[in-house]
């Protein structure tokens, strides 16, 4: 089974290749290095053309965390659909003119929701996308669903609810939590900041999400489905949970700032239990056990 990964240089994308490759799969790594950019419709039509892959993964993303300072609004917007429409659209296209057998993901974003009412959030919910990295998400859903309504293309969404792992980057928040921890534990006086520790999310591991990816990918057929754990923390827990795993009270290490919140809080809680009936799995790593496994992961790879 040969596979390629757009975007397989983020947290997910570097997670699903070693997953593939361990169970024999071969990987191509689609990174900002690689010659093959998705914003080139040459690119892509000879990369297609040329290794004809069993699957594809759209994992390219243009995002940041809710504490970044993000670029002025028209490049934001630009940035966004370049990355999560245009080049989903020429990966798309290529595959429909030279390997329309290849089963194709494209990872979504609970962002798609926009502010919901309803809580939990599933497949029914109204899509109400209210930033530029929603509205771009859902405008690469709906391409998506036009390439497999009107051409018979297999093309599936995961709407993926923030998962976590020792790969995601220093300003994203359950990162800055485990490395300030780190921290902490050789220096008692060491502190972070944070924009809202009432603030409450889903947060799940991140190798379950990947996996969830590749059974979405292997049903009969395409499908939307949102994958999540369905439980609900507060950015207080993940902290005390993190913090507790080093012995240390996380209250004497991490500050409120709410300042530094550059987007409107969103609760995002998923319900997966469509991913539960198609597939028979579903996310079920969360709080605290989920940081207990990132302060281990983070410990092996030091």
């Known amino acids: 089974m040969k596979s390629i990964i757009f975007g397989a ?26 010659p093959a950019n998705p914003i080139s419709v040459d690119s892509v039509n000879h990369l297609i053309r040329e290794e004809l892959p069993d699957r594809i993964y759209y994992l390219a993303a243009h995002h ?22 245009g080049g989903w659209v020429n990966v798309l296209d290529a595959v429909k003119e030279y390997c329309p057998q290849t089963r ?36 690469g859903m709906q ?13 599936s969404h995961a709407i993926l609810y923030p ?15 485990l490395l300030a921890a780190q921290q902490a534990a050789q220096n008692s006086s060491y502190r972070i900041e944070v924009g809202d520790p009432e603030a409450t999310c889903d947060w799940g591991y ?56 550059k987007k409107p809080t969103r609760r995002y809680i998923g319900n997966s239990s469509q991913l539960l009936q198609k597939t028979g799995s579903h996310p079920r790593l969360h709080l605290p056990q989920l940081a207990q496994r990132l302060v281990n992961d983070l410990q092996m790879l030091a």
């Open 9 to 34: 240089g983020g947290q997910d994308g570097q997670i699903l290749a070693k997953q593939l490759e361990s169970r024999g799969g071969t990987v191509l790594r689609i990174t900002p290095t690689h």
């Open 64 to 85: 940041r965390s809710s504490e970044q300072t993000p670029d002025s609004d028209g490049v934001e917007w630009m940035k966004s659909f370049q990355v999560h429409l």
């Open 104 to 139: 194709l993901l494209f990872a979504s974003s609970a962002h798609v929701f926009g502010l919901p009412k309803q809580i939990p959030q599933d497949e029914s919910t109204l899509f109400q996308p209210t930033c530029a990295y929603g509205c771009s998400k859902l405008a």
């Open 143 to 155: 391409a998506g669903r036009f390439y497999r309504e009107q051409h018979g293309m297999h093309v």
């Open 163 to 177: 998962h976590e792992s020792v790969f995601r980057g220093p300003v994203f928040l359950s990162k800055k939590l």
């Open 206 to 261: 991140a190798p379950e999400y990947t996996l969830a990816m590749q059974n979405i990918l292997e049903l009969e057929k395409p499908e939307d489905l949102v994958v999540a754990t369905g439980f609900e923390a507060k950015v207080a827990h993940f902290a005390e949970a993190i913090f507790a795993c080093f012995g240390l009270d996380w209250k004497k290490h991490v500050l409120s700032k709410p300042e530094l919140l």
